[in-house]
């Protein structure tokens, strides 16, 4: 009986061993090792499928003094033409040493790992996995040595628990204060594009040191003039082109970072 219990506990624990190696091909790496290895000047030209997946909402927030204050509206800004711009940059930043192109895919790919809660919610979940899923499908046709897929992320607002994600406009004034802030939360990861382990993850940063930072991320500080009235987000050539400007010059160190061969 002790022997059977024996080889039973050994089986459970081989079984949990297997799902935690699996689960660790999900997980971000610490460094850009593997990557680095990658694209050594050995190896041949390489050829880069590029998903770009941060363009096609902005969020109008507001976190109030309660929980009642909070509001979250989500407007489409596809003809912005943010993701476009991504993938045109990263090809232009990476075509001098390797085959770049960006990949389409349907409306709506990337909505089921787009969330705005914070990490400490009984509900939160991490993505990772279903974003590697979706990459592999959306490239199953293409030939891909590597695939950057640049995803939202998101960020806890100042010492608040509460999430702000992706591109949008937050408004956190009172009666003493007026806080609004402009922000661009996104991050890219570069899989294999044959068995889309993580070779490389880099969160877009802010300019400000971490402990001064409200937000973890891209972001500036606006005025309320900034706030756009219901319905006139996609209108707005100052909301675009600022975005635009933050997506841009949070891109160039992510870049450079990840694919410096060091």
Request: proline share 5%; with cysteine; hydrophobic share 45%.
């Amino acid at each position: 009986m002790r022997l059977i219990r024996a080889q039973f506990i050994l089986v459970t624990l081989a079984v949990a061993a297997a799902i935690a190696l699996a689960a660790c091909s999900t997980i971000d790496p610490p460094n850009n090792d593997l990557l680095t290895s990658s694209i050594a000047p050995s190896t041949v030209r390489k050829s880069i499928c590029v998903i770009a997946a941060i363009g096609d909402t902005f969020s109008v927030q507001k976190i109030g003094v309660t929980v009642f204050g909070n509001v979250l509206d989500k407007h489409p800004i596809d003809a912005w033409g943010i993701d476009s711009a991504v993938a045109s940059k990263i090809s232009t930043r990476l075509s001098p040493r390797f085959d770049v192109r960006r990949i389409d895919y349907p409306v709506g790919t990337f909505l089921p790992v787009e969330q705005v809660k914070s990490v400490l919610s009984s509900d939160y979940k991490d993505h990772r996995a279903e974003i590697r899923d979706i990459a592999r499908n959306i490239t199953a046709s293409q030939r891909c040595d590597l695939c950057i897929v640049v995803t939202k992320s998101s960020s806890m607002y100042s010492n608040t628990n509460q999430a702000i994600s992706g591109l949008g406009i937050l408004d956190n004034s009172n009666l003493l204060f007026e806080n609004v802030f402009l922000f661009a939360i996104w991050e890219m990861r570069v899989f294999d594009g044959k068995t889309f382990e993580v070779l490389a993850h880099k969160r877009a940063t802010s300019q400000d040191p971490p402990l001064m930072a409200a937000i973890r991320g891209p972001y500036r500080k606006v005025d309320k003039t900034w706030l756009p009235a219901p319905g006139q987000v996609a209108q707005s050539a100052r909301l675009r082109n600022a975005t635009a400007e933050l997506v841009a010059q949070s891109l160039d160190p992510v870049v450079t970072e990840l694919f410096t061969i060091r």
